[in-house]
């Protein structure tokens, strides 16, 4: 492109409110994505250290999703009813396909995982099923599911640049837009910063885990 | 004598047919200390979980008060019986307030109740309760940690205490301590004890009678002043360990 921007870090800061807006939309992409993972991934892990038969289907299942590659799922669920389309909603749908295994993973090991002396020594004392594991299996497994989500956002953060090509915005916008100009600093303008909120994502998730693991 | 543990033929065996206990018969009576006395694998822990229901007999029974444990609540039963266990049995995340304090708030005591019953506990069982309260287990010493357990398996004042091989990772001096405070506990406290040791001289110090298991059989049953001469030979086994102890020491 002659007479565009000479690197992406001057693009970036002549477009500065588009910038702004589409790392907004990135983030609250993932951040939705994140929360509905979570909410229904740690139940479901926690589900199946209960029930030992639905964890090879739902194991299973997560990780097939996690097979597909990124660009051919948000192909597949673009004609879907009710969950696709075109637009964020099935840009979110494939963000929490993809960071269910991770977080139904870890939820699933770290509670299977805890010392079963204690879990013995909880029941002997006369807990509930729902006591034992409020007050002992969830804490000890805390540390644990917190990884799976920190590096499902990781991942997310990630993949959520390719929901641009199906019109749900975010820092894949810039990629898409430097791919059709054959120019990479537009491609930099959205991919650099995309790594960035990975890196944050990543550090401050890392942080917060940190603080659970050594405050128990 | 009222007996508050009984055993009737009770059998425990494994899906895969294997027997940890077989045909059990044996009464606990209020207040006393009964010693399960006998060597790894011989059915001791698996009798004291037989009795919490942590497992259920796979043959006979086994009564609580009365009642045979498979008609308990489980959770009632368990919270009716203290459970103390080496090592492990502290919660790691919690503090040694809570861990003491955990079975009285599951019960739905008020804070401020509980925090004194805490108080009043680690003070029983000689920790200063300013001192300990906030700690966490991975902060305080084998004997330390043991008396914890010890004060949350009395936290809620139940009737019956199991205690599987409490001091036995201890080291030899602060469990010949704790023994002796355990004997001076069950004096004030006139709880009924069923206490799992391998150490035949733990078992002469703290019992009101020794059941000897082998094998996941009650090979003999006799008073503490009986068994030093009982005629089993299984007993005979473990007597002989003292008598040698002291030969090789006099030699």
């Known amino acids: 492109m002659r007479g565009g921007p000479v690197n992406f870090l001057e693009f970036l800061l002549h477009n500065r409110g588009e910038a702004l807006a589409l790392t907004l939309e990135h983030i609250v992409l993932v951040a939705v994505a994140m929360l509905i993972a979570v909410v229904l991934g740690v139940p479901l892990g926690i589900v199946i250290t209960r029930q030992a038969r639905l964890r090879r289907w739902v194991l299973g299942a997560a990780n097939v999703f996690q097979t597909v590659p990124s660009l051919a799922l948000f192909g597949f669920l673009i004609p879907v009813p009710l969950l696709g389309g075109i637009g964020s909603r099935t840009a979110v749908v494939a963000l929490v396909l993809y960071a269910l295994l991770p977080v139904i993973r870890n939820t699933y090991a770290g509670i299977a995982g805890v010392d079963p002396a204690v879990i013995e020594a909880a029941r002997g004392m006369g807990m509930t099923d729902r006591q034992l594991l409020r007050y002992v299996e969830l804490p000890l497994a805390l540390g644990v599911i917190m990884t799976g989500i920190r590096v499902a956002t990781v991942i997310s953060v990630g993949i959520a640049t390719i929901a641009a090509a199906i019109g749900a915005g975010g820092l894949g916008t810039y990629i898409f837009r430097g791919l059709a100009m054959v120019n990479n600093q537009v491609i930099l303008a959205g991919a650099v910063p995309a790594a960035l909120l990975a890196l944050v994502a990543d550090f401050s998730l890392g942080w917060a885990e940190h603080r659970l693991k050594t405050s128990r | ?251």
């Open chain 2, 1 to 251: 004598m009222n007996v508050v543990i009984e055993c009737r033929q009770a059998d425990y065996r494994l899906n895969d047919g294997r027997a940890l206990v077989t045909d059990l018969s044996f009464g606990v009576e209020s207040g006393e200390t009964l010693v399960l006395l006998g060597r790894s694998g011989s059915g001791k822990t698996t009798t004291l979980k037989l009795i919490n229901r942590l497992l259920e007999p796979t043959a006979g029974e086994v009564l609580v008060e009365g009642r045979p444990t498979t008609v308990w609540d489980p959770i009632r039963l368990r919270r009716r019986i203290g459970y103390v266990i080496q090592e492990v049995g502290l919660l790691p995340h919690m503090t040694v307030e809570r861990n003491v304090g955990l079975v009285p708030a599951l019960e739905g005591w008020e804070p401020e109740r509980v925090r004194s019953r805490v108080r009043e506990l680690l003070a029983l069982v000689g920790l200063e309760p300013d001192q300990f309260a906030k700690r966490r287990p991975h902060e305080l010493s084998g004997g330390q940690r043991q008396r914890v357990g010890v004060a949350r398996a009395l936290a809620a004042d139940p009737p019956v205490l199991l205690m599987d091989e409490p001091f036995g990772a201890l080291d030899p001096v602060t469990r010949a301590e704790m023994q002796r405070e355990f004997r001076s506990l069950q004096q004030r406290l006139n709880k009924t004890i069923v206490f799992v040791t391998h150490d035949v001289r733990e078992a002469l110090l703290l019992a009101t009678r020794i059941a000897l298991l082998a094998d996941g059989r009650l090979v003999a049953l006799h008073s503490r002043r009986d068994f030093l001469h009982a005629p089993e030979p299984e007993v005979a086994d473990f007597v002989s360990v003292l008598k040698s102890l002291d030969e090789e020491l006099n030699l």
